[in-house]
């Protein structure tokens, strides 16, 4: 198989491929050395129950789980309001709701697991100059001309990859005009493992709980403010912090760098075509309100990787358009239900305008009213609900 992306998702296919004996290549365009260092990617990944599993079934949660901080309980609300939903583990079977790992010790682990298959090959940094696909493959010129075939190519080159349209599949793009602002704090109150996300009518704000009195914050923004906060020096940074969260966090120190990235909605409309399967956000990418894009990739490889694997074992071709569909058909629902939820509850906070206001704090106030109701969104999140792949359950492919 060839995958194109070694970004969180290309390297977890790589990997559930490469654990079941099958032949991988991977080409990514950054190195290494930059994809685990500090300074490339700030953010924290909230990790569901499932998606555990999956990691641990992998090899790699050994690595990750130690450093990673449980999640036991979530809070909705809307700023400025007493109006929340109280998502509490002891209200399911009493374990985390799910868990926050920072993602440059994600890649670690799984290029380090990578290291180990004989059968998976890295080339990084590496581009690709030409993709051409038959009936029969997909053949990947890389920059320096090598040459790489396989009757699969995943594309997982996330939501800004002009490879799906190259390859003629439809994708619906649009800019939020919101830009994400990620830090890590250091906080004076101990978060006690909550996770808060506080809406506010310019966007969303997220305090994901990190090892020790530390957050990690994700601070959706109407672009010209972002840009604003962005000039800020990191004393100032932190007022404006406190100012919409001091009540939770106490007074707080920025402890890294801030970094900033630019919201895009991407729809593909089909995942796939003759011998290319889209996976990950090269398929759809969606708000990261609700810290589930990475957990939605992961239940994609889950499905095709299981879907490849069977086919292998009988003696079938792994990348037919007849398999390619049953993972379409598979991975759609899921995928069109996390579009529409993420963007849905943007819309519907981020406006001034009266009756939404009243009929989103209704809704915050019926769904903690509702155990049967919090309980199935829990469920949900934590990626517990339809028809899961081996994977997903814990149970290795091969
Ligand atoms: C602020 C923020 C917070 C988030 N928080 C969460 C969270 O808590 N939980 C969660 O589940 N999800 C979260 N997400 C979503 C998550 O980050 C994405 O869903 C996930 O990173 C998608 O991974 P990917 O590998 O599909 O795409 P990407 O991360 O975009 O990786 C694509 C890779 O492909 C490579 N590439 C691109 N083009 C080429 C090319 N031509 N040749 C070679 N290589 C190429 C890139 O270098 C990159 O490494 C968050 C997103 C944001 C923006």
């Not at 990235?261 to 011998?275: F, G």
């Not at 759809?284 to 990739?297: C, D, E, S, T, V």
Request: proline share 6%; hydrophobic share 50%.
């Amino acid at each position: 198989m060839v995958v194109l992306g070694g970004g969180l998702t290309g390297l977890t296919a790589a990997l559930a491929l490469g654990r079941a004996g099958v032949e991988v290549a991977v080409v990514e365009r950054a190195s290494v050395a930059e994809l685990v260092s500090a300074p490339y990617d700030g953010r924290v990944m909230a990790i569901a129950r499932a998606s555990m599993r999956m990691l641990e079934a992998l090899g790699v949660w050994a690595s990750i789980g130690p450093e990673a901080q449980p999640i036991l309980r979530i809070r909705v609300e809307e700023g400025g309001v007493p109006v929340r939903v109280h998502y509490d583990g002891a209200e399911l079977d009493g374990g985390p709701l799910g868990w926050i790992a920072e993602t440059r010790c994600i890649r670690r682990a799984l290029f380090e697991a990578l290291e180990g298959l004989s059968g998976v090959r890295l080339f990084a940094p590496a581009g690709h100059r030409e993709v051409v696909v038959d009936s029969v493959a997909a053949t990947v010129r890389l920059d320096d001309g090598r040459l790489l075939r396989a009757p699969l190519l995943l594309v997982c080159e996330g939501r800004r990859s002009p490879l799906p349209r190259r390859l003629g599949i439809r994708c619906a793009t649009r800019s939020y005009g919101q830009i994400a602002l990620v830090a890590t704090l250091e906080q004076e109150r101990a978060h006690g493992g909550e996770a808060v996300e506080r809406f506010f009518p310019d966007g969303p704000f997220a305090v994901l709980p990190l090892p020790g009195r530390r957050s990690s914050i994700v601070w959706a923004i109407c672009e010209e403010r972002a840009r604003a906060l962005c000039g800020l020096d990191p004393a100032a940074f932190a007022l404006e912090v406190e100012e919409r969260f001091g009540d939770l966090l106490g007074r707080v120190r920025l402890a890294s760098p801030l970094w900033s990235y630019p919201l895009l909605l991407v729809v593909c409309e089909r995942y796939v075509r003759e011998r290319v399967a889209l996976v990950g956000d090269a398929a759809r990418g969606i708000h990261p309100l609700a810290g589930q894009g990475w957990n939605l990739a992961l239940r994609d490889v889950a499905a095709l990787a299981e879907l490849v694997v069977d086919r292998l074992r009988l003696g079938l071709d792994p990348g037919s358009l007849e398999m390619l569909r049953a993972y379409e058909a598979w991975r759609r629902f899921d995928g069109f239900t996390l579009v529409a939820v993420t963007d849905g509850l943007n819309r519907l906070f981020a406006n001034d305008h009266p009756p939404l206001f009243l009929l989103r704090n209704l809704g915050l106030w019926l769904v903690e009213r509702a155990p049967p109701l919090k309980r199935l969104f829990m469920r949900h999140a934590m990626g517990l609900l339809g028809e899961q792949p081996r994977l997903l359950l814990g149970q290795p492919l091969w």
